[in-house]
Nanobody, 114 residues
Framework: VQLQASGGGMVQPGGSLQLSCVVS????????LGWYRQAPGKQRALVAR??????TMYGDSMKGRFTVSRKGNSTVYLQMNSLQPEDAAKYYC??????????WGQGTLVTVSS
């Protein structure tokens, strides 16, 4: 299983970025694709997940600013708006079932700075 994330970069506060992740070799016909982030010195935290059925889940500080979407069973996107310095982190895409994530991508770095 491979998860290839892209779209990270540097943005000014208030700016936007869209992350993408393409999954290949998934053993699941029905799955949850999602995003987590980890800042230096902090634990990995949920950003957003979306199941094949369309159910979404967001981390508390992302609601209203971030939107997760997917294209079929193999591509997941994360649209991030109104980015703030506290959103800076390495963002990882994930693949799992409705309860648990089993596979992770290599991460893409998001920097928010003026």
């Amino acid at each position: 299983v491979q998860l290839q994330a892209s779209g990270g970069g540097m943005v000014q506060p208030g700016g936007s970025l869209q992350l993408s992740c393409v999954v290949s070799g998934s053993p699941f016909s029905w799955n949850a694709l999602g995003w987590y982030r980890q800042a230096p010195g902090k634990q990995r935290a949920l950003v957003a997940r979306m199941t094949t059925g369309g159910t979404t889940m967001y981390g508390d500080s992302m609601k209203g600013r971030f939107t997760v979407s997917r294209k079929g069973n193999s591509t997941v996107y994360l649209q991030m708006n109104s980015l703030q310095p506290e959103d800076a982190a390495k963002y990882y895409c994930s693949l799992g079932d409705v309860y648990t994530d089993y596979y992770w991508g290599q991460g893409t770095l998001v920097t928010v700075s003026s």
